[in-house]
């Protein structure tokens, strides 16, 4: 396969993909912001974690949340789990790197807060603890995952969402969940501040 023909690949894979999404996750994306706006306006935050470069998704969210996304507007209350770099190399030294989400939502989570969790990889240790913490604390998870891995559904509550892109490439996976965050930035702006 040549060099050229590789990038056509990537590119194919990429437009199937969004466009499945389009098709056939746009309800779920709709459901999530809407859970995201109703812990907004309840004065509840947003919590974000995810590892490796999922983490890039929770800094690209939080970033938008707490700046803005494409309006100037107030800040929203958002906390990455997953940039605190003293904070989670001392869980991970002194407890274990599976707890590095799960200790932070202990001490930060609240009922009616929302964990939007990113993995691209499925319920690694690390996930399915925080996905337990935050059950434990009456915080909503909202997770953005793709088919590789261990499924994280089996460890949701019926209220909590899974946006599961349908990939097993890494990269087309983050693609998405970039796209995905971008609509769920763009749908709390609207919902919350209008136009």
Do not use: W
């Amino acid at each position: 396969m040549s060099l050229q023909e590789r990038i056509i690949n990537h590119f194919t894979d990429h437009i199937q993909i969004h466009q499945y999404m389009m098709t056939n996750l746009s309800e779920i994306i709709e459901d999530a912001a809407q859970g995201l706006v109703a812990a907004l306006l309840a004065d509840k935050k947003i919590l974000c974690c995810g590892n490796g470069r999922s983490a890039t998704c929770v800094q690209l969210f939080s970033s938008s949340m707490l700046n803005q996304f494409e309006r100037d507007r107030p800040s929203l209350p958002v906390i990455p789990l997953s940039t605190d770099i003293a904070t989670i190399t001392g869980i991970a030294n002194d407890y274990s790197f599976d707890d590095v989400y799960a200790k932070q939502l202990r001490a930060l989570g609240d009922s009616g807060d929302v964990l939007l969790l990113y993995t691209e990889s499925g319920a690694t240790a690390s996930m399915t603890k925080a996905i337990s913490a935050a059950h434990d604390k009456g915080v909503m998870v909202v997770a953005l995952s793709g088919n590789k891995g261990i499924q994280l559904s089996p460890l949701l509550n019926e209220t909590d969402i899974e946006i599961c892109v349908p990939s097993h490439s890494n990269a087309r996976v983050q693609e998405a969940h970039v796209l995905i965050t971008h609509c769920l930035c763009d749908l709390i702006e609207h919902q919350l501040f209008g136009g």
